[in-house]
C-alpha cells in the first residue's frame, strides 16, 4: 500500500437493523500509519462500523474502502489486509496459549507458523502460561493473547473493538503496551473505546461517532475546539453526543 | 500457492481443532462412545434375553441402532460446538480471515465424521468381542460402509444447522433430541411388527427404519436394495435441506 493511500476511506455510509438506522451516512477518512480512536455512547455504531469494514456485515450504502480496496467488491483481498479484535476475547479456551496462535499462524500461511507462535508467546508474556489451556487464562492474558493472535501476518489495518473492557488496570495497562508497540511498526490501527483517557493515552486522531454520523473528528486540541471550547476530552465528548445536560 | 490448495489446508488445520475438541473433552467421549457402549451391553445382556426377534440372534439385530446412535450423539456435539464459535467470536474471527467460507463449517463436519466414525469403528470391535457375527459380503460391506459415511455426513450437517440456529449451546443440544427420539421408535431395538398399529405405521416411514433395516440386511449377508435406496434419499434429502437451514440460520445470525 503506498503511503497516500489512506488506510481507511468511508463515505456517506449506511446501516439499518430492521427499522433502527444505525449509520446514517458516516464519513471517515484515516491516514496509513494513524492510530485513530473511534467514540461513541453505547449504540453509537461504532462496532457496526467496524463489522461492515472487516467485511463482517453488508452495508446498505455508501462505500468503504480499507487499504485502497472495496469492502463490498473485494472482500477476500480486504481479509488479507486487516486484523480484527473484537469486543469478545476471540480465544478457544480448549487450545493452549501457543495452539491458538499455532493455527492462526496456520491458515495465515506464515512461514514457520510454530516459531512464529513462540516468538508471539514470548513478546507478550505468556511463555510461562504457553501450555496452559486458554480457558484458564485470567482476563488480561485472554486479551493479550487474543491481540497476539490478531498481529500473526502483520496485517495492514488492525481493527481493536473496546479491547481494554472489563480488564482489571493491569490488564489495561498491558493492553496499551501492545497498541504502542502495534504503532511503532507502523500498523494503522482503528480502536473504539468508551474511556476517554484511554483515547488520548494511546490515539493520534479521534472521531466522536453520534446518531450515526461523525460529529468531530481530528487531533486532541481539535476535538476540544469543535466542542466550543470544553476544557477536557470528557466534556467534550458529552457535548458533542448531546449528553452534557442530563449529567 | 493456489488459492483452492489454501482452502483445502485450511480445511485440514480447521479440522484438526475441532479433533483436539472432541478428544480433550471427556463428557463427549462418555456421551458418544461410552453411552451407546453402554445401551449395547444392556440391551444384549439385559433385555436381550427377552427379546424374540426370530432367526436373527439379537446382538446381531441391535448392532446397527447402537451405531446410529453413536453417530446421533457425535452431531449434538457438531451443534455445541457451531454454536460456541458463532456465540463466543471465534467464528467471526474466522470470517475476517482470508479463510473460505466453506472451509469454516467443513472444519466442523470433517472432525465429527473423522470422531465419529472412529467412535463407530471402536463400538464395532467392542460388538465383534462380545459376540456380533456379521455375515457381510463384500457388496454387504461397501454398503455398510457407504451408509454409514453418508449418516455421518447427513448429521453433522443437522448439526451444524441446528448449532447456527439455537440461541444457546443448551439449545443447540436440544434441537437435536429429536433425531434422537426417532431411533427409539424406529425398528432398531425391537421389530416393528411388535408395535401398536399406529406407531408401527410412523415407525416404518420415518427415516430411522430404513437405514437400519438397510444397515442391517447388509451385515447379515442380504442386501435390501429398496430400504437401502430410500434411507440414501433421506440422507441426501438431509443434506441438502439442513445445507439450506444452515446458510438460512448463518445469514439471519450475521443480519
Known amino acids: ?247 | 500457492m493456489s488459492a483452492q490448495w489454501h482452502a483445502f489446508a485450511d480445511l485440514a488445520t480447521l479440522t484438526g481443532r475441532m479433533l483436539k475438541h472432541n478428544i480433550r473433552s471427556v463428557d463427549t467421549i462418555m456421551t458418544v462412545l461410552g453411552m451407546p457402549l453402554m445401551i449395547l451391553l444392556a440391551f444384549v445382556f439385559v433385555l436381550g434375553g427377552a427379546m424374540d426377534t426370530g432367526p436373527v440372534r439379537y446382538v446381531d439385530f441391535v448392532v446397527p441402532v447402537v451405531l446410529v446412535f453413536c453417530i446421533t450423539n457425535g452431531a449434538a456435539y457438531t451443534a455445541f460446538r457451531v454454536n460456541r464459535d458463532a456465540t463466543d467470536g471465534m467464528s467471526a474471527r474466522f470470517r475476517t480471515m482470508p479463510i473460505a467460507r466453506w472451509a469454516i463449517t467443513g472444519g466442523h463436519m470433517g472432525a465429527a465424521v473423522v470422531a465419529n466414525g472412529a467412535s463407530v469403528a471402536a463400538l464395532m470391535g467392542v460388538a465383534l468381542l462380545i459376540g456380533y457375527r456379521p455375515h457381510a459380503t463384500w457388496m454387504g460391506w461397501v454398503v455398510t460402509v457407504a451408509l454409514l459415511m453418508a449418516t455421518l455426513t447427513a448429521f453433522a450437517a443437522v448439526g451444524v444447522a441446528c448449532g447456527l440456529a439455537a440461541k444457546t449451546d443448551e439449545g443447540a443440544i436440544m434441537f437435536m433430541y429429536p433425531l434422537m427420539g426417532l431411533l427409539f421408535v424406529s425398528s432398531g431395538f425391537a421389530p416393528t411388527s411388535t408395535m401398536p398399529v399406529p406407531l408401527r405405521s410412523f415407525a416404518d416411514h420415518q427415516p430411522m427404519t430404513p437405514l437400519i433395516n438397510a444397515i442391517r440386511g447388509a451385515q447379515l449377508g442380504h442386501v435390501d436394495a429398496g430400504a437401502t435406496w430410500v434411507a440414501l434419499a433421506w440422507l441426501v434429502g438431509f443434506i441438502v435441506v439442513f445445507s439450506a437451514l444452515a446458510t438460512a440460520a448463518g445469514r439471519h445470525r450475521r443480519a
Open chain 1, 1 to 247: 500500500m503506498a503511503d497516500d493511500v489512506p488506510a481507511v476511506q468511508v463515505t456517506a455510509l449506511r446501516k439499518a437493523f430492521g427499522r433502527q438506522e444505525v449509520l446514517r451516512g458516516l464519513d471517515l477518512e484515516v491516514p496509513a500509519g494513524e492510530v485513530l480512536a473511534l467514540l461513541g455512547a453505547n449504540g453509537a455504531g461504532k462496532t457496526t462500523t467496524v463489522s461492515i469494514l472487516t467485511t463482517l456485515l453488508k452495508a446498505d450504502g455508501g462505500t468503504a474502502r480499507v487499504a485502497g480496496l472495496d469492502v463490498a467488491r473485494e472482500p477476500a483481498r480486504v481479509r488479507q489486509a486487516v486484523t480484527v479484535t473484537g469486543q469478545n476475547v476471540a480465544v478457544d479456551a480448549v487450545l493452549t496459549g501457543l495452539e491458538n496462535l499455532t493455527l492462526i499462524a496456520r491458515l495465515r500461511h506464515v512461514p514457520a507458523p510454530k516459531q512464529v507462535a513462540a516468538g508471539l508467546v514470548e513478546r507478550f508474556g505468556l511463555a510461562d502460561a504457553a501450555c496452559r489451556r486458554a480457558g484458564t487464562y485470567s482476563g488480561g492474558m485472554k486479551r493479550r493473547l487474543d491481540i497476539a493472535m490478531s498481529l500473526i501476518g502483520d496485517p495492514q489495518v488492525v481493527f481493536l473493538d473496546e479491547p481494554t473492557t472489563g480488564l482489571d488496570p493491569g490488564g489495561r495497562r498491558e493492553v496499551w503496551v501492545a497498541v504502542d508497540a502495534m504503532a511503532a511498526r507502523g500498523r494503522t490501527i482503528i480502536l473504539t473505546t468508551q474511556y476517554m483517557e484511554e483515547a488520548a493515552r494511546l490515539a493520534g486522531t479521534m472521531a466522536v461517532l453520534h446518531d450515526g454520523v461523525a460529529v468531530a473528528t481530528g487531533r486532541h486540541e481539535e476535538i476540544l475546539r469543535a466542542a466550543g471550547g470544553a476544557a477536557d476530552l470528557e466534556t467534550a465528548f458529552l457535548r458533542l453526543t448531546g449528553q452534557e445536560e442530563t449529567r
